[in-house]
């Protein structure tokens, strides 16, 4: 081993785990180290160039604390964060696809009645959204729950802006007995990624733009079920075909209907014009996971 040569390095590392206790962690290392290796005998940086890789890490890691995690947002726009997403909600037999969690959920909403909104401060143009959590066998889901949480109309999430109530846009609803739900919120709008750190820099460089088209974010569980981790985008949304962290997937772009009719607003308690969205869940029974 102490012949460490550009052709014998790579084989040098690899042998000395070979001891690790762990076997998981000897197998991702040996792949990591691998393609690690692969992946500098091609772009074959320069001493410089590798220093500037270092400093770029060094700076996002250093903007890590309780409030922000830069490294999961270079997962997201690197794409890794939905990859892994996929290769863990294979063969999901028709249920509800999942995409990104984000960095903005906040535990304890409070849960609401039927038909009632998130929105504490009546900001923002308002939807309607109904439909039923179902299993993939079809049967609705009596007692499933629905955590939703979204932007306000300026694209902040509340605990981003010192303006907005507490919680505000977040909400829980329970399905009733025949698997309905029905809840209002917000027409979300597109917003953008937090980019003013290494990874906005990143992007900047790259030409691409930090912005997710408009979204509402909804965890939804039942006993017995896989939950989802999921998302309803705008049908329309100019970013739809280039979101910033890749989680847009067409089975979860809808369309958000307007409605002009005050007699018809009133009826759900909102005021003209406001959207319609309708949308069914449905969960798998973690028996056949
Ligand atoms: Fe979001």
Not at 48 to 75: H, M, N, P, V, Y
Not at 96 to 114: K, M, N
Not at 194 to 212: I, N
Request: contains cysteine.
């Amino acid at each position: 081993m102490s012949n460490n040569t550009e052709e014998q390095i790579t084989r040098n590392v690899l042998d000395s785990m070979a001891h690790a206790p762990d076997r998981r962690l000897h197998s991702v290392m040996t792949s990591l180290i691998s393609h690690l290796h692969a992946f500098i005998r091609e772009v074959e940086p320069t001493q410089e160039e590798w220093a500037t890789a270092i400093q770029f890490l060094t700076r996002t890691g250093q903007l890590c604390d309780e409030k922000r995690q830069e490294f999961i947002l270079l997962s997201d726009i690197t794409g890794v964060t939905m990859l892994v997403d996929a290769i863990n909600h294979r063969s999901q037999d028709g249920a509800t696809e999942s995409t990104i969690f984000g960095p903005f959920y906040r535990e304890g909403a409070q849960e609401l009645p039927v038909g009632a909104t998130i929105s504490k401060d009546g900001r923002g143009e308002p939807v309607v959204v109904t439909g039923k959590v179902l299993s993939t066998s079809g049967t609705p889901i009596a007692g499933a729950t629905l955590d939703i949480w979204e932007t306000d109309e300026n694209g902040l999430y509340e605990q981003q802006d010192p303006e907005q109530p507490d919680m505000n846009l977040r909400g829980k609803f329970l399905t009733d007995s025949a698997g309905g739900y029905c809840f209002v919120g917000i027409k979300p709008v597109s917003y953008s990624i937090l980019d003013d750190g290494p990874v906005g820099q990143l992007l900047r460089v790259l030409g691409r733009h930090p912005f997710r088209p408009a979204h509402i974010h909804l965890l939804i569980s039942a006993n017995g079920f896989a939950p989802v981790t999921t998302h309803l985008f705008v049908k329309g949304d100019p970013y739809l075909d280039s979101d910033a962290v890749f989680g847009t997937k067409d089975s979860l772009i809808v369309d958000f209907v307007r409605h002009d009719s005050a007699e018809e607003a009133a009826r759900y308690n909102v005021t003209a014009p406001f959207y319609k969205v309708a949308y069914d869940f449905v969960l798998k029974p973690l028996s056949k996971r």
